[in-house]
């Protein structure tokens, strides 16, 4: 069985007089970044709730994140993020003063239809002048095709049966790469494409080609299994391979397809002259996986070996030939996906744990009885407020996090 879906989306818009378009809100975005220039800090503009992103706020870039609205049954918000430049580009310029991104979470469990129209509401609402939807340019910089499937299990040794056209190949080790949502793409791109990935003992996959198109074959089980972060679960894909039926047994492999702005100049719409990398992020999105035939039938194949020294004249796998013939179209979420609790309550308490003992060490404090007895007293003195004031932030901080993760308390 297979699960095709678009994986991470990076868009950009195009706005005339950005700065000017956007000078309230990036005075009010400046400031919170001046008052917590190294963690995000929360705030309200207009209607919308805005997180600031110090990690992708670089140089001219500035970075937040806002919380889709939320479903009264669902127990996680998806995030979107956004950067904005701000100085005004030139009209040569190549570059589009506004990012989007959209990571798995979003592609995988809510209609991209949605996930457009909330982002162009975004954009109207943190803006200064009354300037229609439809004026707004838009085109797909990067997006990662990704294909699930549990008809495969692949080893180290299968690597010589694939045959590619990229001119790169390595195995590499999940446990190398750093985390996704915590990386620049730009930076995190040049690094993990170049990297050989021979780091532990269990092998988890391989990676083929690197730039403008790179396919990572890996085992996408082991990678949410071994997920040690209570922030950033991705327990959710387990839920939609249980709805698909497949064999727990099993482990989920996925194949999943990177491609930059430079490729999508490459391949056209379906029955047009036109570009991926001209046309509007809806048009693209919505044609995206025409590409798949090329992509798993000439650019990478899996193949059987039989004797001939040429590798591309082995017969093509027929579970990979299946595969490739029927993955032919798009098919978003139709509907809404629910998401687990965002915080995982067991990590939690593991890492609470830890901070506990290590703070009874450091107040001097030889019992855990005493420390739980005491604990309330021995913040606030820590953080030099009263134990009002330090229960005044804590039921703030607990509304605060339940409103962006979707929980009703």
Not at 31 to 37: A, C, F, G, I, V
Not at 74 to 100: A, G, M, N
Not at 314 to 321: A, E, K, Q, V
Not at 335 to 361: C, H, I, M, N, W
Request: negative net charge; glycine residues 4%; charged residues 20%.
């Amino acid at each position: 069985m297979y699960l095709s879906q678009i994986d991470t989306l990076v868009a950009h818009v195009y706005i005339p007089t950005a700065t000017q378009y956007f000078a309230s809100f990036l005075r009010c975005l400046e400031e919170w970044e001046r008052l917590s220039p190294y963690e995000s800090m929360n705030g309200q503009f207009r209607d919308l709730e805005i997180l600031t992103y110090p990690e992708r706020t670089h140089g001219h870039w500035h970075a937040f994140q806002t919380p889709f609205p939320p479903l009264p049954e669902c127990t996680q918000t998806v995030l979107l993020e956004f950067r904005i430049y701000d100085q005004e580009q030139k009209e040569d310029s190549h570059q589009w003063p506004v990012e989007v991104i959209y990571r798995s979470t979003a592609c995988w469990t809510i209609p991209f239809p949605e996930l457009w129209a909330f982002t162009l509401s975004v954009l109207q609402t943190i803006g200064d002048i009354s300037i229609a939807k439809e004026t707004f340019l838009s085109r797909i910089s990067r997006i990662d095709l990704a294909i699930d499937t549990d008809q495969f299990q692949w080893h180290a040794e299968d690597r010589i049966k694939f045959v590619t056209r990229a001119k790169t190949n390595a195995q590499f080790i999940l446990q190398a790469q750093p985390d996704e949502d915590d990386v620049d793409f730009e930076t995190a791109t040049s690094t993990l494409n170049t990297a050989s990935y021979h780091v532990g003992e269990q092998f988890t996959g391989f990676t083929f080609g690197k730039g403008n198109i790179l396919c990572r074959i890996y085992n996408k089980w082991f990678e949410i299994s071994q997920n040690h972060s209570y922030k950033n679960a991705k327990r959710f894909f387990a839920d939609l391979w249980q709805e698909a039926g497949w064999d727990k047994t099993r482990d989920v492999w996925r194949i999943e397809f990177q491609l930059r702005r430079a490729a999508l100049h490459q391949f056209k719409i379906p029955d047009t002259e036109i570009s991926f990398a001209h046309t509007d992020v809806p048009t693209g999105v919505q044609h995206i996986f025409s590409l798949l035939p090329y992509l798993l039938l000439e650019w990478i194949t899996y193949r059987e070996p039989n004797g001939n020294q040429n590798r591309s004249k082995w017969p093509m796998d027929t579970i990979w030939l299946h595969m490739a013939q029927t993955l032919t179209g798009y098919m978003p979420p139709s509907e809404r996906k629910p998401l687990p609790p965002q915080y995982d309550a067991t990590l939690l308490a593991k890492t609470l744990r830890g901070y506990l003992s290590a703070f009874a060490v450091a107040s001097q404090i030889s019992t855990s009885a005493e420390l739980l007895e005491t604990l309330p007293a021995l913040l606030a003195h820590t953080l030099s407020l009263s134990q009002e004031e330090l229960y005044s932030m804590l039921d703030t901080e607990i509304r605060r996090k339940a409103a962006l993760t979707g929980c009703w308390l």
